[in-house]
C-alpha cells in the first residue's frame, strides 16, 4: 500500500511544532519515519559542517561517522547539490555499506534560507524500494518542518 505522505506530513508537523530544539526534533522525524515506512533499514540525517557530512540522529544500525564531499550516495548528493534516488545501490559507484543489507537509497538535500543543513538519509534493503512519489512526499515532509 502507497505510503500517506499527508498523514505522515500532519504527523511531522506535530511532533516538531513548538519545539525549536533540532536534535529532538530531528530524532523524532528519523523515528516517525523509520516506523512509519515499510521495507526501511536506516532513517536518519546527516549534518554538513566544516565541508563535509557528519552522522546526526537516526534509526536503524550503526552507521558511518563521517562522510566527505562526493563520497557515496550522501556526498555525491551534497557535491551534485541535488536530492539521489538510487535503485541499486551496487551499481553506484562509491556507494559507502553502512550496513551490508543495503540495496536502494534515497538522499534528501536539507536546506534551510539557502543554507546547506545535511541530507536526509534513507535506505532500504529492497532493490528499488523508493519511488519518485516517496521522493516528492519526503520533500514535502521536509518543508513542512521547515526546509526550504
Ligand atoms: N550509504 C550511504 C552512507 C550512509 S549509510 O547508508 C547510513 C552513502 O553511500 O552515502
Redesign the pocket.
Known amino acids: 500500500m502507497a505510503t500517506d505522505y499527508h498523514l505522515l506530513a500532519a504527523q511531522a508537523q506535530a511532533l516538531v511544532a513548538d519545539e525549536p530544539d533540532w536534535i529532538a526534533n530531528a530524532a523524532n522525524l528519523s523515528a516517525l519515519l523509520f516506523h512509519a515506512l515499510p521495507d526501511v533499514n536506516?532513517a536518519?540525517f546527516?549534518r554538513y559542517e566544516h565541508g563535509g557530512?557528519i552522522?546526526g540522529p537516526?534509526q536503524?544500525?550503526p552507521?558511518?561517522v563521517r562522510?566527505a564531499l562526493g563520497?557515496?550516495?550522501?556526498?555525491?548528493?551534497v557535491q551534485r547539490g541535488q536530492s539521489l534516488l538510487?535503485p541499486d545501490?551496487h551499481a553506484?559507484a562509491?556507494?559507502?555499506?553502512?550496513?551490508q543489507a543495503?540495496r536502494s537509497?534515497l538522499?534528501l538535500i536539507i536546506k534551510h534560507q539557502q543554507q546547506l543543513l545535511g541530507v536526509l538519509?534513507l535506505?532500504s534493503p529492497k532493490l528499488a524500494r523508493f519511488s519518485q512519489s516517496d521522493q516528492q512526499g519526503l520533500t514535502e515532509i521536509l518543508r513542512t518542518v521547515g526546509a526550504d
Do not use: K, W
Not at 563520497?71 to 548528493?77: F, P, Q, R
Open positions: 536506516f536518519g546527516y557530512l552522522l537516526f536503524g544500525r552507521a558511518c562522510i563520497h557515496g550516495v550522501c556526498g555525491t548528493a538510487v545501490v553506484f562509491g556507494h559507502i555499506a553502512c550496513d543495503s537509497e538522499v538519509d535506505d
